[in-house]
């Protein structure tokens, strides 16, 4: 595992709400259910997260470093304990690793505190799919998603026991929902603490369990989420929502949720940044005339004054019809290409005004 700031991609001034949003930037990158995703690099991330998001646990990586932040380790109480002794002997030899027994402390040590630490589990964070049109990409919609997933329980409220029934505070912690172990060696004494076993860190429980979500406060059911897609956003562009994902487990914060935007392309309309291009046929005379012709845009019909003269390929401008910037900074414009039709098919008279044209040099 490397450093926990650099796998975020942070320093180590770096703010809770700056390590918030580059942890959601990596997560949703990275997610396993996502096409390129990485699961080995996602946990990763989360287990960064879970550390520096903590103020108590970055306390104890920054003190600690990687080898200890998550541990879960505490010094021994009556001072009889210092690692810098142990570095110290090791450096002057004056004692062995005899045995396993060495490896066997600081595998009690760091198995159990890792388990320790992680606590109640934030819920999953949930990716969906969604297809909009060109048109509602322009104007902007509310889209109802109907996502199956954990939610809290309507009956117990996301508690685990059954209404009415009473709490007993747990005899194995004694209510402090921890467990702590003290191992005495030639170096010391070691402490670990650890998550009750028995009630899971709640330091106390009910004496019947939800008969809806048997006791978890979370049940798996179909839920409506309405949301809203700016106008303006691009094909590929995320939405977060959060907690808006999966509930987490009894009282923990709620998993975050990812829509992935896929914009339907149109029949007629390109998108370029925040212009809209598309292309109108005129007739040859009208180009050499002059006139007015019909051009479609996203918001309608309008009336396009051809000057005389105009050249098949020339681009006109008609402002302020085109894709909205999804921040509010202005709206794109829509350029219509114009194509000349070139008569196939010309009468005798027809050609005679086509070469007295030609024999003007124009």
Do not use: W
């Not at 996602?42 to 646990?57: G, H, M, R, W």
């Not at 104890?60 to 505490?74: L, R, T, V």
């Not at 690692?83 to 159990?112: M, Q, V």
Request: one cysteine or more; glycine letters at 14%; hydrophobic letters at 30%.
């Amino acid at each position: 595992m490397g450093d926990f700031y650099e796998i975020l991609g942070v320093s180590k001034n770096a703010g809770d709400d700056e390590i918030k949003k580059a942890y959601r930037k990596l997560a949703h990158k990275y997610h396993p259910d996502k096409a390129g995703g990485d699961e080995k690099k996602f946990k990763e991330i989360n287990e960064a997260y879970q550390v520096l998001s903590d103020k108590t646990k970055r306390a104890q990586y920054d003190q600690f470093g990687p080898n200890f932040g998550q541990s879960g380790f505490s010094g021994s109480s009556s001072g009889d304990f210092d690692f810098s002794d142990i570095f110290s002997g090791a450096r002057g030899g004056n004692f062995e690793f005899g045995g396993g027994d060495f490896s066997d402390i600081f595998s009690d040590i760091f198995g159990g505190g890792r388990k320790g630490a992680r606590g109640k589990k934030r819920g999953q964070d949930i990716q969906v799919d969604l297809e909009i049109s060109f048109q509602e990409m322009v104007n902007g919609i509310k889209k109802k998603l109907n996502i199956y997933k954990r939610s809290v329980c309507e009956r117990c409220f996301g508690s685990g026991g059954e209404p009415g029934s009473k709490q007993k505070i747990c005899s194995v912690c004694k209510g402090t929902g921890q467990i702590k172990k003290t191992t005495r060696s030639i170096f010391g004494s070691f402490s670990q603490v650890s998550v009750c076993p028995e009630c899971l860190g709640e330091g106390k429980f009910y004496e019947k369990k939800c008969h809806q979500c048997g006791g978890d406060g979370r049940v798996k059911k179909n839920e409506e989420i309405e949301i809203e897609i700016p106008a303006g956003i691009f094909d590929g562009q995320t939405i977060s929502i959060s907690s808006a994902g999966e509930a987490g487990e009894k009282g923990a914060q709620a998993g975050d949720l990812y829509i992935l935007v896929h914009v339907l392309p149109h029949k007629k309309f390109i998108r370029k940044n925040q212009d809209i291009l598309s292309e109108e046929k005129i007739s040859f005379a009208k180009a050499a005339l002059g006139g007015e012709t019909k051009v479609e845009t996203i918001f309608g019909e309008l009336i396009l004054k051809i000057p005389a003269g105009t050249q098949s390929g020339e681009i006109f401008r008609i402002k302020n019809k085109g894709v909205p910037d999804f921040q509010n900074r202005g709206q794109g414009h829509h350029l219509v290409k114009i194509i000349v039709k070139i008569p196939t098919r010309l009468n005798q008279r027809q050609k005679k005004i086509i070469q007295e044209l030609e024999e003007t040099g124009d």
